[in-house]
């Protein structure tokens, strides 16, 4: 079974608590110091930690026009997803004037952590930015660590594309505290959502009741079941894609096929030859990577509502039918049709999962994260009555009675 991300390093949690504390005293000077010790850029002012809405038009009209057409095209499968997990509310108005419900608003500003440097994550851009942006939130502030004042421009392109309103020169532990708890020139959030490094999980798990988080994410994960009508380099293939994010991604086949289960291994190392990132995947395979075969795809799906896993693959005659029998997976891709970096980029459900078997009671990022419920009560003076000695009963059995008093003097 695999755990949930945790942090068992004491000296991280003690220096990101630093920088958090730093960051909260002395805001933007503590930004800028920090800015330049870890990421060798020296903005000078915190207006230089800024980057404009120009800026981002100017990076959208210089990327490769096709990888433009590629990110709005995808950005449009994403939205039109999203929009179908709007809530609306309610309102009940009963004949005697009573009136109950909820009321649904989005949330005022909220913070996406997108990872810079040498890698490029345009796909989490849009996948974080345009559920927020569907959910009717006020300002979007992006946070991307530009190592020596450099940022990829396909990444603001995607930002551009997202409706994101604010990005920022900053990343890491400092980057999370300013959105938790703002500073002279930048607004606290109520959320922050996006993929980090261990610094920036440790500093979500930290922030988290001044403001909101997503999750804590660990590394990626993916449980392929296959049955014999599946292709072995299909499968291969498919783990590796998982393997080559970190040398702590998990990467688990479950088969009712002892043939494929003997000839996914030597497939896998035909396809590893030539990824340029081999030696990732294959420290990740060799440390985390498993064969599992079952006497039938009941009990495969056993095995994957115990690993509850990020992605969960079927490479089987009838995924469908396969997909109704497991209760626990952050996105079931079906069939040979589907694999798992359609959903990564294209297809529209989010893929921002939960890991480390959370999938067990949490969900994907949705619309549903970037909105807040108020619960609506008016009673009438006929409810009021009806219901006042059900409630002075229930409050004084708890020994409240303020409680009690407040219902009994409106008699």
């Known amino acids: 079974m695999a ?56 990076a959208a009209a210089s990327v490769d026009p096709a990888l433009l057409d590629s990110l709005r095209r995808a950005a449009e499968n994403i939205r039109r997803f999203h929009e179908r997990q709007r809530e609306h509310g309610f309102l009940d108005i009963d004949p005697d004037g009573t009136v109950l419900g909820q009321r649904v608003a989005p949330l005022r500003r909220v913070g996406i952590y997108v990872p810079g440097g040498r890698a490029a994550y345009p796909s989490s851009v849009l996948m974080n930015a ?20 450099e940022v990829l421009p396909v990444v603001l392109a995607a930002a551009h594309v997202a409706g ?29 959502v996006g993929p980090g490094n261990k610094w920036v999980a440790e500093a ?8 909101d988080i997503d999750m804590v994410a660990g590394p990626s994960e993916i449980l392929v079941i296959a049955d014999e009508s599946a292709d072995p380099v299909h499968v291969a293939a498919d783990l590796i894609g998982q393997a080559e994010h970190d040398p702590d991604a998990i990467a688990w086949l479950v088969t009712t096929s002892a043939e494929l289960a003997a000839r996914v291994p030597g497939e896998t190392d035909r396809l590893l030859e030539r990824n340029p990132r081999r030696d990732v995947a294959r420290a990740a395979l060799e440390a ?16 994957a509502d115990l690993r509850a896993p990020e992605h969960l693959e079927l490479l089987v005659e009838q995924p469908l039918l396969l997909a109704g029998r497991i209760r626990n997976a952050g996105a079931i891709f079906l069939g040979a049709s589907s694999p798992e970096p359609m959903g990564d980029y294209f297809a529209g459900p989010n893929h921002v999962l939960p890991t480390g078997g959370t999938a067990r009671f949490a969900s994907p990022l949705g619309v549903y994260d970037f909105v807040k419920r108020t619960s609506l009560i008016g009673l009438s003076p006929a409810r009021l009555r009806r219901d006042a000695e059900d409630v002075i009963r229930l409050a004084e059995s708890e020994g409240l009675f303020g409680h009690a008093e407040a219902v009994r003097v409106r008699l």
């Not at 559920?131 to 190592?147: K, N």
């Not at 930048?186 to 922050?192: A, N, S, Y």
């Not at 979500?204 to 403001?211: D, H, L, S």
């Not at 985390?288 to 095995?303: C, F, K, M, P, R």
């Open 164 to 192: 994101v309103t604010e990005v920022l020169r900053i990343g890491g532990a400092q980057a999370v505290g300013a959105l938790a708890y703002g500073t002279e020139s930048i607004g606290r959030v109520d959320k922050i």
């Open 204 to 211: 979500k798990r930290q922030v988290f009741g001044a403001v």
């Open 130 to 149: 345009i559920p927020a942006s569907v959910a009717g939130v006020d300002e979007i502030a992006m946070v991307t660590p530009t190592p020596g004042g």
């Open 288 to 303: 985390n990577g498993a064969i599992v075969i079952v006497d039938s795809l009941e009990d495969a799906a056993a095995v």
């Open 3 to 58: 755990a949930a991300a945790s942090t068992d390093d004491p000296a991280l949690r003690d220096a990101v608590a630093g920088i958090l504390r730093g960051v909260a005293a002395r805001g933007d000077a503590a930004l800028l110091e920090y800015t330049a010790r870890f990421d060798r850029f020296d903005a000078g002012s915190a207006a230089g930690l800024r980057i404009g809405a120009d800026a981002l038009a100017q």
